[in-house]
């Protein structure tokens, strides 16, 4: 049972990484939008989205290892 759940976080892992990177890639094409559009609220958006991401990906990061000690 310890295999599978090791699986499973770890998967679950790498997914929520993979995705947060797609996110600050879209957050850093809304911030050059905003930037060479003139539209200021496009770029905060965009580095307001990043901060989020970011804060996401720590929470995630903080989750797995913290289950992965409880499980060991």
């Not at 996401?56 to 989750?63: D, N």
Request: glycine share 14%.
């Amino acid at each position: 049972m310890e295999t599978y759940a090791a699986d499973w976080i770890g998967w679950a892992f790498w997914i929520s990484a993979v995705i947060a990177v797609i996110a600050l890639i879209g957050a850093g094409i809304m911030m050059m939008i905003g930037r060479f559009t003139g539209r200021g609220a496009v770029s905060a958006d965009g580095l307001r989205q990043g901060v989020w991401v970011c804060a996401g990906a720590c929470v995630v990061a903080t989750a797995t290892s913290i289950i992965t000690g409880i499980l060991s």
